[in-house]
């Protein structure tokens, strides 16, 4: 599971498929969790061109196929399930490589789907603290390190590394 984790957090780059402008849903906390911890991020919405989180308009993109340079990002879904889906197969054919499913993001069906597509493994009772730092951090330094807490169940899905992925470049994870 270390593996894995090193291998999303060496992403350059990262993205949140379900970002929303609504604090009370996950897209929202899991896109603020990032820009808590200075990491650079991108909201995937296509319904809405922007989002408003920490009170900041960000313009979102539709799918992980928009986004710059694919392959140098690691992605959070946050979307219902029938969603997932498709986000999983653009995903995959973009070449993003490493894939983090959050809890009532997925269900068997798309389960099944990350084993017939993707061919890696999933962890599974993995979880983020959302809660905000005090203070914000200004590093990766100040990630949260296992055990994590404060949702129930996620599942992050993993590629091998890619040319983009370097691993020494963020040595707290």
Not at 60 to 66: E, G, Q, R, V, Y
Not at 105 to 115: G, H, M, N, P, R
């Amino acid at each position: 599971m270390e593996a894995a984790l090193k291998t999303f957090f060496s992403s350059p780059r990262f993205a949140v498929a379900g970002a929303s402008s609504d604090p009370t849903k996950y897209g929202h906390k899991v896109f603020a969790w990032y820009l808590h911890h200075s990491l650079p991020v991108t909201p995937l919405n296509p319904r809405a061109p922007t989002i408003t989180v920490l009170s900041r308009s960000h313009n979102t993109i539709a799918s992980p196929a928009d986004l710059p340079e694919p392959t140098s990002y690691s992605l959070s879904v946050i979307t219902p399930p029938a969603v997932t889906k498709q986000v999983l197969r653009e995903a995959k054919e973009a070449g993003v490589p490493a894939v983090w499913l959050q809890p009532g993001s997925f269900d068997a069906e798309v389960l099944e789907q990350t084993d017939e597509f993707h061919r890696f493994p999933i962890h599974p009772n993995l979880s983020l603290d959302l809660n905000p730092p005090t203070p914000a951090p200004s590093s990766l330094n100040l990630l949260p390190k296992p055990p994590f807490h404060n949702i129930p169940c996620l599942h992050l899905i993993s590629l091998p590394p890619h040319p983009y992925v370097h691993p020494s470049t963020h040595p707290s994870i």
